[in-house]
């Protein structure tokens, strides 16, 4: 891929965008609310959960909270 070894800044609002993202920062009014991997923030972070769920459904088990988008 052209972009390995390059940082790539994504803006987004769509969870299955930014799943596929190394790191995840979740915005909320300007502020930063939250960190880190899709994984991290579904256990650890309100509001991201509540955007992928509102788009995606609730994750499925065997696929470890991502579903195919």
């Known amino acids: 891929m052209f972009l390995r070894g390059k940082t ?3 803006v987004t609002q769509r969870a299955a965008t930014a ?3 190394d790191i995840i920062y979740v ?3 300007g502020k930063v609310v939250g960190s ?3 994984a991290e ?12 769920v509102s788009q ?4 499925t088990s065997e696929k470890g909270g991502e579903q195919d988008a």
Do not use: A, F, K, W
């Open 8 to 10: 790539q800044i994504i």
């Open 19 to 21: 799943m596929r993202c």
């Open 27 to 29: 915005l909320d009014r």
């Open 36 to 38: 880190g991997t899709h």
């Open 41 to 52: 923030l579904m256990e650890n972070c309100p509001i991201y959960r509540e955007i992928y």
């Open 56 to 59: 995606l459904g609730e994750p």
